[in-house]
């Protein structure tokens, strides 16, 4: 067991998942559109780069050994081009093993998306949807058992977890004493029975019960109907988007997870992702309401990532270390986790505004200065000086608020969208990093004085000088403090 959710992913190495489920080939093809067909109104992609990687259940495996353990992959592939481009990235794939059944007279599952900036204009879907080689997949799948710690499910349809294999793999996992985590497909839920957490998305749940409302009572009684369906679950969990989610655990009350993303860049292979990390919480011994806790931080995680991406073990213990004291700290990000949030912003068009300072002991000054920067971009961040930082410029005696602190309150207030500590005197290295669009200082500055303001206007920006609210400063009032004391 862990004494916190931050030590979670540190107790992942060493454990084993074994997947079973569809495994597919995601094609992924990147291009810019500025023009329409003139043989048809449809937009034209000017290919720039393209990629390919393990997608579906290969997916849950890759984000297994992406936090640290070790994945066992069961699968069905067919004896073409994509099934040995697979069977390539998974023999080059650290922490990945797989038994992977080859049906000769199906394609493998390939799916082929077109992108363009951080939209999906396109999917096109190579598959055969008839059911596999049950036996085979069985045999296999119970080959790799007695060394796993849990099981996935991973089902997206494909003809691999028909109801016969999804019961003998159940039945024996269960008869092994391995806990079951089930990504469903069906409609009819009923058929992961004996399972110990099933997580569906909210249109697979509302489909399977009939309550379509997102709220949090309707996702409550869906959850408890899905219980009710199988007397032999432990627990449900429903990914309800930008809702977050709700867990339907029997016996226990339910728990409503606000959703974590900073930002929302790209959602595919999310589910992935949760699935992953919720079946190797279980297997480190947590609770299922910490394991739902933490793969939801980790779902918040990739979705800010372009394409089918995975979440590392230092990436969640970091986030999960980060939001354990106040909601607000999810917006607080290191450099490199915030350029990948502004890269989004940019590609879908968004203004980016930047000021910086030590916000010690934050005044209406401070809430005015920003609150004018927020009102000059459409995401705003702010440059926060570290404690050696603020204490090499303004003395020993400062900060009165350590960064911890400052930044949790800044993160607070709904014109901050993202804080970034920086460590030098000033946040040049930062500007130079995020290039924003606007750069935000107070009126006792002029424009030239502004640290950055030769880079923001070199390519283009602008330079806002912020109305001061007089009569307003932290040296004030610690002055005042002082001499009341």
């Known amino acids: 067991m862990t004494d916190t959710l931050a030590d979670l992913p540190r107790a992942f190495a060493g454990k084993t998942v074994l997947v079973l489920g569809d495994v597919m080939l995601d094609r992924f093809i990147y291009g810019a559109v500025d023009r329409i067909s003139p043989e048809a109104p449809v937009p034209v992609i000017a290919v720039e780069k393209e990629t390919a990687m393990l997608g579906g259940a290969g997916n849950v495996a890759r984000n297994v050994a992406a936090l640290g353990a070790m994945a066992v992959l069961i699968g069905l592939v067919g004896q073409d081009d994509a099934g040995a481009a697979l069977r390539s990235m998974i023999d080059a794939e650290p922490g990945l093993e797989a038994d992977l059944v080859i049906d000769a007279g199906r394609r493998t599952t390939e799916k082929v998306r077109y992108i363009s900036g951080s939209h999906q204009m396109l ?64 409609r009819d839920l009923a058929r992961y029975d004996g399972a110990t957490l099933i997580k569906p998305n909210r249109k697979e749940a509302a489909e399977a019960t009939g309550i379509i409302d997102n709220s949090d009572e309707a996702s409550e009684e869906a959850g408890g109907a899905i219980l009710a369906m199988a007397p032999g679950l432990e627990a449900a969990l429903i990914t309800r988007g930008g809702a977050g989610m709700t867990l339907a655990a029997r016996g226990q009350a339910p728990v409503h997870l606000p959703a974590t993303a900073v930002e929302v860049f790209d959602v595919s292979g999310a589910g992935d992702t949760v699935a992953a990390t919720l079946a190797l919480a279980v297997a480190a011994g947590a609770s299922l309401t910490d394991a739902a806790r933490l793969a939801n931080l980790a779902g918040g995680l990739v979705v800010a990532k372009l394409g ?82 603020v204490s090499k410029l303004k003395g020993p005696s400062r900060p009165v608020q350590k960064e911890t602190a400052r ?32 750069l935000v200082k107070g009126a006792d500055y002029t424009v030239e004085t502004v640290v950055g303001s030769d880079v923001v206007l070199g390519y283009g920006g602008k330079v806002v000088l912020a109305a001061l609210k007089q009569g307003q400063s932290t040296t004030a009032l610690i002055g005042r403090m002082n001499a009341e004391s």
């Open 123 to 186: 999917r096109v879907d190579r598959e055969d949807r008839g059911p596999g080689d049950g036996a085979a997949l069985l045999a296999a799948f119970k080959a790799r058992l007695a060394a796993a710690d849990v099981v996935v499910l991973s089902d997206y349809a494909k003809g691999v977890l028909t109801a016969q294999v999804v019961r003998g793999a159940i039945d024996a996992a269960r008869a092994a004493g391995k806990p079951v985590i089930v990504d469903p497909k069906s």
């Open 407 to 438: 930044a949790t309150v800044l993160a607070s207030l709904s014109s901050v969208d993202l804080v970034v500590l920086f460590d030098e005197d000033t946040p040049l290295t930062l500007i130079e990093a995020f290039r924003p669009d606007v």
């Open 308 to 389: 089918t991406d995975v979440v590392t073990a230092a990436e969640l213990a970091a986030r999960a270390g980060s939001v354990e004291g106040e909601p607000g700290e999810i917006k607080i990000a290191d450099r490199d986790h915030a350029r990948r949030i502004v890269e989004g912003w940019r590609a879908r068009g968004l203004k980016v505004g930047f000021t910086n300072g030590c916000f010690d002991l934050l005044h209406p000054g401070h809430v005015s200065l920003l609150s004018q920067a927020k009102a000059a971009c459409d995401r705003l961040i702010v440059g926060l000086n570290t404690d050696a930082s």
